[in-house]
T-cell receptor, first 114, second 115 residues
């Protein structure tokens, strides 16, 4: 069975602080794909990143960075110098090779206060 | 590139009525997915199409739900005899396969409220 756990239901920080969103996943498959999506109040899920299970390199994109650790089955997301526009619900998702559907976590609501 | 579009964005209906939602995928995308998202939860998979063929349906898709993608382009999701428990956001996504970096891109969703 596949499962994604985002233990942090809500996080609130002050603008310019760094914040890390946790994601822990479960799968028996050796090949799988991990994703992060952002859902602003408008409702649309915005794709942020995809990571393949065989590529453990961490990635940085501007203020965003992702830390993938297979040993702990985690794929954490860090926002550096947060901004009010980063306020949204963030979802981590998993897809196993051979499966088509995404399995989502429950999401973390991030609020950045000015 | 035009993104995934969904219509309507909001729908309020009375219990027992039928509703139909439309999804237009990104052009050239051959896969189309439907998900349902209830308040405070992550999206849950309902079904997906490759071209016009419906290849997988979730147990969540009761016999009151039917989805079609008749010409392999847009898709419709119909709910018959709506119940209050059907109130949710219905999200559509599309992707292109095969592809080394297959990724599902989502539309803005249709928010359904059943009174």
């Amino acid at each position: 069975a596949q499962k994604v756990t985002q233990a942090q239901t809500e996080i609130s920080v002050v603008e310019k602080e760094d914040v890390t969103l946790d994601c822990v996943y479960e799968t028996r498959d050796t090949t799988y794909y991990l994703f992060w999506y952002k859902q602003p109040p408008s409702g649309e899920l915005v794709f942020l990143i995809r990571r393949n299970s065989f590529d453990e390199q961490n990635e940085i994109s501007g203020r965003y960075s992702w830390n993938f650790q297979k040993s702990t089955s985690s794929f954490n997301f860090t926002i550096t110098a947060s901004q009010v526009v980063d306020s949204a619900v963030y979802f981590c998702a998993l897809r196993s090779q051979g499966a088509q559907k995404l399995v989502f976590g429950q999401g973390t609501r991030l609020t950045i206060n000015p | 590139d035009t993104g995934v579009s969904q219509d309507p964005r909001h729908k309020i209906t009375k219990r027992g009525q039928n509703v139909t939602f439309r999804c237009d995928p990104i052009s050239e995308h051959n896969r189309l997915y439907w998900y349902r998202q209830t308040l405070g939860q992550g999206p849950e998979f309902l079904t997906y199409f490759q071209n016009e063929a419906q290849l997988e349906k979730s147990r969540l898709l009761s016999d009151r739900f039917s989805a079609e993608r008749p010409k392999g382009s847009f898709s419709t999701l119909e709910i018959q005899r709506t119940e209050q428990g059907d109130s949710a956001m219905y999200l559509c996504a599309s992707s292109l396969v095969p592809g080394p970096q297959e990724t599902q891109y989502f539309g803005p969703g249709t928010r359904l409220l059943v009174l």
